[in-house]
């Protein structure tokens, strides 16, 4: 399973850091993915990691200000969020999938493991 923590209250400007530890899998193995819903919008995924190949990919809305890391022995995707805007409120979600790629549009419905989402709101 996934739990995502960290999120909650940030200023504009500010920064939060969310955190995706996972359990009962071979999380060695797996590509983990960031994605976020805000209200009346599609889940978009905004940061990918690929166990596979160690890269990472981020949406242009998030390139630059967020980074996605990994700790392989705690079992843990982080994802620091700087300069954060309005824009960027919303539930954050981890995804993770042995096969697919959590990046890919197209995967996004099939991917094996879905965390239950940590909300970031952020204020002026």
């Known amino acids: 399973q996934l739990v995502e923590s960290g999120g909650g209250l940030a200023q504009v400007g500010g920064s939060l850091r969310l955190s995706c530890s996972a359990s009962?899998?071979?999380?060695?193995?797996?590509?983990i993915g960031w994605f976020r819903q805000a209200p009346g919008k599609e889940r978009e995924a905004i940061s990918c990691?690929?166990?596979?190949?160690?890269?990472?990919h981020y949406a242009d809305s998030v390139k630059g200000r967020f980074t996605i890391s990994i700790d392989n022995a705690k079992k843990t995707v982080s994802l620091r969020m700087d300069n954060l805007s309005p824009e960027d409120r919303a539930v954050y979600y981890c995804?993770?999938?042995?096969?697919?790629?959590?990046?890919?549009?197209?995967?996004?419905?099939?991917?094996?493991?879905w965390g239950q989402g940590t909300p970031v709101t952020v204020s002026s």
């Open positions: 995804a993770a999938d042995q096969f697919l790629e959590p990046c890919r549009p197209e995967a996004r419905q099939y991917l094996a493991l």
């Open positions: 990691l690929y166990n596979r190949d160690d890269s990472t």
């Open positions: 009962g899998f071979t999380f060695e193995t797996y590509d």
